[in-house]
């Protein structure tokens, strides 16, 4: 069965610290993976997205993802967090036709000074 | 590019009334758009996939009466909530997949908060 799984529900850091949030799939096709942001009563940002190539993917406002098909994770990073960082974050993974997509259960994000 | 709008963005209507929110794409063509709903603090959850000229495809547990969908063109889709009751309060956010292109992206709408009195 086709799922995403975000361990952290909720995490707090620093202002200026590294983050990672994690993300694992379970998909029986390839997978191509997405990162989404979402600030409260808004909608859905693309952070980044992978569909092969190079596993590690660079996304806007700083952030990165690195693909491990061993691992079947695909997790956020982040070198330094800024306040305006805080925010809801969800995992996805979709089909090729673009038919079905899985959100994980999103990880909350606060962001202290 | 590839923006996808939602109106209203939030609604209050009475129970027992019906609620239609607006899904466009604005700068590309859509045959596929999605509908989901999101209740707070939690993910989003597919209700119904709409192909333009065709009947939706809803997921498991959704009531296809209640929740009407309609994709007359490839820049439009319709959500109507019909009799609503204050269960259905919910934020519903659209997507859409561009006809051209890989199919595997999806771009959202920025959301429709609808709260039932």
């Known amino acids: 069965a086709q799922s995403v799984t975000q361990p952290d529900i909720h995490i707090t850091v620093s202002e200026g610290a590294s983050l990672e949030l994690r993300c694992n799939y379970s998909y029986g096709a390839t997978p191509y993976l997405f990162w989404y942001v979402q600030s409260p009563g808004q909608g859905l940002q693309l952070l980044l997205k992978?569909?092969?190539?190079?596993?590690l993917v660079q996304g806007i406002k700083g952030f990165e993802a690195e693909f491990k098909r061993s691992q079947s994770s695909f997790n956020l990073r982040k070198p330094s967090v800024h306040w305006s960082d805080a925010a809801e974050y969800f995992c996805?993974?979709?089909?090729?036709?673009?038919?079905?997509?899985?959100f994980g259960t999103g990880t909350s994000l606060t962001v202290i000074p | 590019g590839a923006v996808v709008s939602q109106h209203p963005s939030w609604v209050i209507c009475k129970s027992g009334t019906s609620v239609k929110i607006e899904c466009r794409s604005l700068d590309f063509q859509a045959t596929t758009m999605f509908w989901y709903r999101q209740f707070p603090k939690q993910s989003l959850m597919l209700m119904a996939t709409s192909n333009e000229g065709s009947k939706a495809t809803y997921e498991q547990g959704v009531e296809k009466d209640k929740f009407l969908i309609n994709h007359a063109s490839l820049t439009l889709s319709t959500l109507t909530v019909t009799s609503a009751h204050p269960e259905d309060s919910s934020f519903y956010i659209c997507s859409a997949r561009s006809t051209e292109g890989p199919g595997y992206e999806q771009y959202f709408g920025p959301g429709t908060r609808l709260t039932v009195t």
């Open positions: 992978y569909f092969s190539g190079d596993t």
């Open positions: 996805a993974v979709g089909a090729w036709s673009g038919n079905q997509f899985y």
